[in-house]
Every structure is written in C-alpha cells, then in structure tokens.
DNA sequence: AGGGGCCGTGCCACAATGTGGAACGTTGTG
DNA sequence: CACAACGTTCCACATTGTGGCACGGCCCCT
C-alpha cells in the first residue's frame, strides 16, 4: 500500500522486458503517465543498471545484464539449471518432444525457466518466463502432489479455477489425481489448461522430499499417443529421478 | 540522481539475492537503515511480487520467481540459452573442463548466465551472474575484439585496470591482441585477471556481426597445455560458431 | 516460568522526495 | 523550410516516503 515509485517503477522494468527495446513514448501510452515521470523512472532504472539505451538506437531501452544476478534460491549457482541440462536432452532425443523444468513460485504458480526444443514442425511453445497454474497442468500438479497436505487444502480452498472442459475444478478428483501421480510418480495433462497441449510431468526433489521444480514433456495433443504413457511416464519420472540426483551430489 | 526510494529498494532487492533467505534485521544491518523503511521496502517488493516470504521459516525474504520473466533481450525466449545448451555440453564432453556462457553488459563488463561442470577434482568456479571486466579475459576480449572501433577506444580511454602482473593494460598492446583474436578467431587468458585461471574464449555473433556472447573453457593454469592451444582454439571457435548458426535458424 | 532477542506491524509529524506541466532542443518528414 | 513528433530538462508544489518509537507475538536460553 506504500512506496508507489517503487512499484511504479518496478511495472515499468516489466514492461520493458516486454517491449524491449522500447522508447520513453511508447511506454507514457501504455502506462498513460507524464513522459517525464516515466523518463526520470527509466534514467533511475538505469543508473543502477537494471536498464541500459540500446546500442544501436540509443534512444531505445532494454534490460540490463544485471538481472541475471538476481534469481531465485533454487536456481542460485545454477546447481538446478546445471544439473537438469543433460538429462533433459537425453529426455528430448528420447522423445523428440519440447521439455520444459518450471520451477514453483510460492502456491501461485509454474514458472517455466529453462526449454529444450525439438525438430517437429509443430511444437508447443512457452517462452522462459511463462507462468501456468498449479492445479490445471501436469507440471503443477507433480509438484502439488508432492506439497504438505496443509498446502493442498489451501490451494484447494482459493478456488480451482476452470480453464477448459476437462480442468479438474471438483476438489475430491483433484485429491484423487494427487494420490494417482504419488503412485505412479507422475502428472499427465490432457487439454485441461491450454487447448490443444499435453503433457506429463516428475517433480525433482529437495533433501528433505520437497519440490524443487518439475520436468515436463509436452506435445500437440495430435502427437499424444495414450499406449505410450506408461512407458513415457516412467522416463520423464526416471529424468526427474537424474536431476534430482545430480543435484544432491554437485 | 533521484528517485531514492527506487534506488535503494534495487539494492536491497539484490542484497536479498545474495543472502536469501535473509531476515529484516540482517538487511537493517547490512545497510545501516532503519527498521521500518527496510520492513516497508520489503513488503512493497513482495506485493509486486519480486520477493516472497520463505516457505519454511516466513520471517525470511526470498526472491520471487517474478524476475525470471525480465531477462536482457539476447535472453529474451532463451533462444540464445536453448540455441548453447547442446554445444556447451559437446565441448565439455571433448575438453573435459568447465565451459561457461557469457554476455556482455553495455561495455561495462562480462557476466556468466550459464555453466556447464567437468569432472575434475579441481575446477574453476564462476557462478552464474558473476561478472568480469571486458580487457582482462578471454571471454571480454573475444567480444571486445568483435566491437566497433569507438567502442573500443571508448572502454581504452576509461583506463585498463591491472588485475595481475599479466593483465594488457597497455593499450598498444591490447590493441594487437584484439587483432590476433580476429584473425586466429579466439581469445586466450593466461592468469590476467583471476591468479590461477586461464581461458580459452571465442564469440557468439548476432545476423549483423555483433558480439552477443561468448563460450569460454576455463581451467586452472595447472591443466593448461600451450601445445592443445591451436587445438582447443580451433575447438572453442567451432563451438561458438555453431551456437551461433543454431540461434539464427531457431 | 521468566526474560531477552528478534520478528512483523502500526502510528504519525515532518520535510525530503518525487511529481508532472510546460518549455527546450533535436531529428526527420512532407 | 516549417511543422510535427519525440526525447530531455527544469522547477515550484504538495504528495510521498521517512524513521523514530512503541506494541504484540514467537522462540530460545537460563
């Protein structure tokens, strides 16, 4: 409720790493402040090098290397990044489909922060970044499944918002599917967040069993073959097993 | 040379990246400020989702998964991460020594956003966002090398600081080792900036000739080889160009 | 049980700080 | 050549953030 430069300034970090590069103008309509206030937040930004003018047009800006030094505990030294690299590729030649590891952001949701693509013409695509609901996906539900039963309740309890037919709003199927993925070891989405995607998804774990992130295979559902699964799920959770293995050990 | 409140909230906020999880009382003392404003940064830093309160012990502030999605443009849709991954970990698997992925910052410095690990007992350790000064590694040189000529005499002019006895701070001859990098297609660091470490470096360029990273081999000097030299150089450049020719066609 | 840290939170008078309208300089376009 | 669009600078005003202090809760130590 307080210190509105600081969160006015921190929505204008964001939309330019949105934008990027982008001008003084086009931020003042996006944001519909005075041109000075906006310039005077940018000049700020990037004093303390967040920001930087683009090299070429210098009247544009971008987003700084800076940022790179700012990243959550998990993925601090890269120990996560690093040790989820080559499995993930060994994952995705084994599949030849796009893998992602997300990592979870308090209870509010995914946060895709690494990709390995594959060479299908069609593909599913979610850029670094991109965040998606615990409940709806099988990335967010193989760490779920895996969360204090205290933790559930609680996700529960805000509401299972629906995002497409078969999204599993009721809560007793959602505790159901939790308890299906503890015993086979992973998620599988069908089309119930984004319509058209699948996915199936293994948590990598901390010491004490918490979840870290997730590794995820996801495809167009045309590519989706359900004689498959058993043997796919068993590799993706295999992968997850690897990193969470390597990771103990780095 | 305004907007305090903003600045400050940007130091704490990376201060918080260092020590994460981290208390109120740690930062007050960190910086020497008072308790309420630190408190009232913090929570303004959290509502704008940058910041979160740890899982575990919630009198600890954590980095939010927020900042993953504000990346440099180079970054932007991990198309320079997705297009290195593959390569980094081949030329790993060939030298067997740590090869990091760096991108330059403006022309201020060079800053580590990816690794992958060898095997060694002993090892070189940069952890991702650390950053180095652009005369003084091979990662540096091998963009600076690559740059504009004013950009070059721009970062002369601002002085070469000398790191080790080895350090080029002489700007003739920073000037013809510039030179060799371009034709020989790499750079070489032989203890001149960290004691200890030395490094083989050859840039990743963008469509139109611009350095927008660099792949480097790093190893202590106790494994360096003069005779491997034309080999790893060869080796190093060939890396970097296929990261290059992957990042265009993706 | 009791006490001492240390945590998060709330309050409030003060003035430093950020605000934004308006004017300036520059670029490029018809 | 003049006009338009844009980035940049300036400054008086009052909104905004400040920071000292105090309260209540929690945990650890004695």
């Known amino acids: 409720m307080e210190m509105k430069s600081v969160t006015r300034s921190l929505r204008i970090l964001e939309a330019v790493a949105q934008h990027q590069p982008v001008t003084v103008g086009e931020l003042t309509k996006l944001f519909g402040l005075p041109k000075s206030t906006v310039q005077r937040t940018l000049v700020t930004l990037a004093e303390a090098g967040w920001l930087r003018a683009n090299r070429r047009d210098t009247t544009r800006w971008e987003i700084g290397a800076r940022v790179l030094a700012v990243r959550p505990a998990a993925l601090q030294g890269s120990s996560l990044f690093a040790a989820a690299r080559e499995p993930m590729v060994r994952l995705r030649d084994e599949v030849n489909e796009t893998i992602h590891l997300s990592v979870p952001d308090a209870l509010q949701c995914m946060v895709v922060v690494d990709r390995v693509d594959c060479d299908h013409a069609v593909r599913t695509f979610h850029a670094i970044g991109d965040t998606s609901p615990l409940h709806?996906?099988?990335?967010?539900?193989?760490?779920?499944?895996?969360?204090?039963?205290?933790?559930?309740?609680?996700?529960?309890?805000?509401g299972l918002e629906r995002y497409s037919d078969t999204t599993p709003t009721d809560p007793d199927e959602l505790r159901a599917e939790l308890g299906r993925i503890r015993t086979d070891g992973y998620a599988v989405n069908l089309n119930q967040y984004r319509p058209g995607v699948c996915a199936i998804a293994a948590p990598v774990l901390d010491e004490d069993g918490t979840p870290l992130a997730t590794v995820a295979v996801s495809m167009p559902d045309s590519r989706f073959d359900v004689n498959r699964?058993?043997?796919?799920?068993?590799?993706?959770?295999?992968?997850?097993?690897e990193v969470t293995g390597r990771r103990l050990n780095a």
Chains 1, 2 share one sequence.
């Open 229 to 241: 699964l058993p043997d796919w799920g068993r590799i993706v959770a295999d992968t997850a097993a």
């Open 136 to 158: 709806a996906t099988a990335a967010g539900r193989s760490v779920l499944a895996h969360l204090p039963k205290r933790d559930i309740e609680e996700l529960i309890a805000r």
